[in-house]
């Protein structure tokens, strides 16, 4: 008996005791292999960050240089005027959590849609029947969620994965890149039909407060 048990512990200590367990980490976030990091970041000592092999932009070091990034307190940071509308522009987002609060709006990802080019992730356009969404920019983050997969959460007990195939500008817009769109808001999950049809929100509502996660 003192044998059953014994072993029974030691199962038990195996199967709880990884640090992650299917867990996807940004810049300094805990990892025990690069499958556990998000976007190009590597582990190194247990914490992803930026692979210096890899030519992309430096994430954590841009994020390290501009704390407004991961700052709930992210302001403006100007102005474009599209005709006679002015918007106001954010380089960063709200900070990331288990349960971050967005605005869902909705997004034609097609060829001549809403974006006007193609996703900047892949370089595709997507159908409406794809689980697709853009970030804003500072969730977008360069790049790094590029491919990942996000949980969105509604208020009616609904939610759907998705995946980031593009950037919801929080800069630029009003121009032909853009298909005119003026600047997106800096808290927006910009989903595809698909995503609306999977929560059971009505689209002709445009925008929908919900809140999104790292599937």
């Known amino acids: 008996m003192a044998t059953l048990v014994f072993h029974l512990i030691a199962i038990l200590f195996t199967t709880t005791s990884p640090l992650l367990v299917n867990a996807i980490s940004d810049c300094t976030g805990p990892c025990n292999n690069g499958d556990d990091c998000s976007g190009a970041l590597i582990c190194v000592n247990q914490q992803c960050t930026d692979d210096p092999d890899v030519e992309t932009p430096p994430i954590c070091e841009l994020a390290s240089s501009t704390p407004d990034q991961v700052d709930d307190t992210c302001g403006p940071t100007g102005s474009l005027t599209c005709g006679d509308q002015s918007y106001t522009t954010y380089t960063c987002s709200p900070a990331v959590s288990a349960s971050t609060a967005a605005v869902l709006t909705l997004n034609d990802f097609s060829q001549g849609g809403d974006r006007g080019a193609e996703s900047s992730c892949d370089e595709k356009f997507h159908e409406s029947s794809e689980l697709v969404v853009a970030l804003s920019t500072g969730w977008f983050s360069g790049g790094s969620r590029c491919s990942r997969e996000i949980r969105i959460d509604t208020s009616n007990g ?25 600047p997106c808001e800096n808290n927006v999950v910009d989903g595809s039909a698909a995503v609306w049809d999977a929560l059971g929100l009505d689209q002709e509502l445009g925008r929908v407060d919900i809140s999104w996660s790292m599937a």
């Open 158 to 182: 609904r939610s759907v994965v998705a995946r980031v195939v593009d950037e919801c500008d929080s800069v630029n817009g009003c121009d032909k890149e853009h298909a005119g769109q003026p």
